[in-house]
């Protein structure tokens, strides 16, 4: 009989690659993937980068870009759903911040089809993850929805991180803070992760890690981004607030920072404050 034998689990990304002027980089990254692409662009960020997104796509595949609407709800997954059927797409990219990503991994998981996911902001965890949070049309949480498996590429431009308020990159490390507290009340209560199984011993390290950086790093990052500077501290946070953060709650597990936050979802007064901005 063998000891101690609960199975135990942890998730990741298909690949991440993060660097300065990845942009350029994503439109054959997704030909990797298929012959047609969907790129769901933030509508905060579309008028910005919307003519850098299809030069990225000048040699191919084949690109159609849609404004994301807003929130990430039945309805606006619905939506590309039906506009992925139409174009024929092949792979699904989200490009912008966690509702837009989260909108385009839901509906590539409807579809079947494989999902990049380029983050314009390193605000929250969001990107990494087999999870979507779904919203009502009024800006409440409505539930959330796990998804098979984790986005096949993450691509993270940090030049464009960085040329982001540096409100975007606090709230992510607001949010990445509570990664190691959360795994770690859930490692000691024996608590499942976002596989309903206890978490590997990687997954409580790789939070530790985030926990870590975080504190060594993340002064001098705000400061470089208040500086529109991708430079070594930026880039360490980002990993932190993205992979670092994003593996850690899936594979180490959450526990009160997040029930809160989608409490207080419920208030109107905090409907303009960011993931991360409402941590505990």
Request: aromatic share 6%.
């Amino acid at each position: 009989m063998l000891v101690g034998s609960a199975f135990k689990g942890a998730r990741f990304p298909g690949r991440y690659i993060q660097g300065a002027g990845a942009i350029a980089k994503l439109g054959a990254e997704a030909g990797s993937y298929g012959d047609k692409a969907l790129v769901l662009l933030d509508n905060g960020v579309f008028d910005l980068l919307g003519d850098a997104v299809a030069t990225s796509f000048a040699n191919g595949p084949d690109v159609e870009i849609l404004r994301h609407g807003g929130e990430c709800s039945e309805r606006a997954i619905a939506g590309l759903v039906t506009a992925a059927r139409a174009s024929g797409a092949e792979v699904i990219v989200g490009a912008g911040g966690g509702k837009a990503l989260d909108t385009a991994k839901a509906a590539a998981r409807d579809l079947a089809l494989p999902i990049v996911v380029f983050p314009t902001i390193a605000a929250s965890d969001a990107p990494c993850s087999a999870l979507a949070v779904i919203y009502n049309d009024d800006g409440t949480v409505a539930y959330d929805t796990f998804l098979p498996r984790n986005p096949d590429l993450v691509l993270v431009d940090t030049a464009l991180i960085a040329r982001a308020p540096a409100r975007f990159l606090a709230a992510g490390i607001g949010d990445a803070l509570a990664t190691w507290y959360e795994a770690e009340s859930c490692r000691q209560s024996g608590a499942s992760n976002c596989m309903k199984m206890p978490g590997m011993p990687l997954a409580y390290e790789v939070a530790r890690f985030c926990r870590d950086t975080i504190f060594e790093f993340g002064a001098a990052a705000l400061a470089e981004c208040d500086a529109k500077t991708a430079g070594p501290a930026l880039e360490r946070v980002v990993e932190a607030n993205i992979l670092l953060s994003g593996v850690g709650f899936e594979s180490g597990g959450v526990a009160a920072a997040h029930a809160i936050h989608h409490g207080l979802c419920e208030l109107d007064d905090v409907h303009h404050h960011l993931h991360g901005e409402k941590s505990p």
